[in-house]
């Protein structure tokens, strides 16, 4: 089965931009979506496929793909956006689903 | 809206079944276009995918856990549910039960519930 892997921690200043990557070979043929989890919540999901976000999102998150990388950007992140994000794409059967392992945001 | 909700016991011992159940409501389970999850997450860690259930019955489990897990669905209740055997302490942590869009994205998800195994 195929792999996921994100950076464990990122941070970044509040009302700047930060990137949360994730990267696997499966994500040369395959969008990610991204989760947001704050403690004690069930993930929901806040980017999908090519950029699309869900609606009740807000705009300042986006995505994007390049190779076998996949972003999440936060452009002018909140306080509000301190939480674990998750990436999840197809395994290499197309019907599994995979995980990466989380990156917690801290907002300085 | 559509809501999902997990229930079942808290507490179960070592080398038993975990089982549990998710109803759905605000939505139809028989939906042509969503599968049905369980994924779970250890105290800690992150998100591991158990297993989707299809409407129809058609069901893709995890490798890892493949030969302990069931899942089914019962379209008359609006319900999926979630067998696991021999379980471990390995096997203690958040059960969330969440809706799949047949492009992969989970965009509902149940609250989630603790189970314990307990020796």
């Known amino acids: 089965s195929s792999e996921l892997t994100q950076d464990p921690a990122v941070s970044v200043a509040l009302g700047q931009t930060v990137r949360i990557t994730c990267q696997g070979d499966?994500?040369?043929?395959?969008?990610a979506g991204w989760y947001q989890q704050k403690p004690g919540q069930a993930p929901i999901l806040v980017i999908y496929?090519?950029?699309n976000r869900p609606s009740g999102i807000p705009d300042r998150f986006s995505g994007s793909a390049s190779g076998n990388t996949a972003s999440l950007t936060i452009t002018g992140a909140q306080a509000e956006d301190e939480a674990d994000y998750y990436c999840n794409s197809r395994d290499s059967h197309p019907n599994h689903v995979i995980f990466g392992g989380g990156t917690k945001l801290t907002v300085l | 809206q559509l809501q999902l909700q997990e229930s079942g016991p808290g507490l179960v011992k070592s080398s038993e079944t975990l089982s549990l159940i998710c109803t759905v409501s605000g939505g139809s389970i028989s939906s042509s276009v969503h599968y049905w999850d369980w994924i779970r997450q250890p105290p800690g860690k992150g998100l591991e995918w158990i297993g989707s259930v299809y409407y129809s019955g058609s069901t893709y489990y995890n490798p890892s856990l493949k030969s302990r897990v069931t899942i089914s669905v019962d379209t008359s209740k609006n319900q999926f549910s979630l067998r696991l055997n021999s379980v471990t302490a390995a096997d203690t942590a958040v059960y969330y039960c969440a809706r799949q869009r047949v492009d992969i994205f989970v965009d509902y998800w149940g609250q989630g519930t603790l189970v314990t195994v307990s020796s």
């Open positions: 499966i994500l040369r043929g395959y969008y």
């Open positions: 496929g090519q950029n």
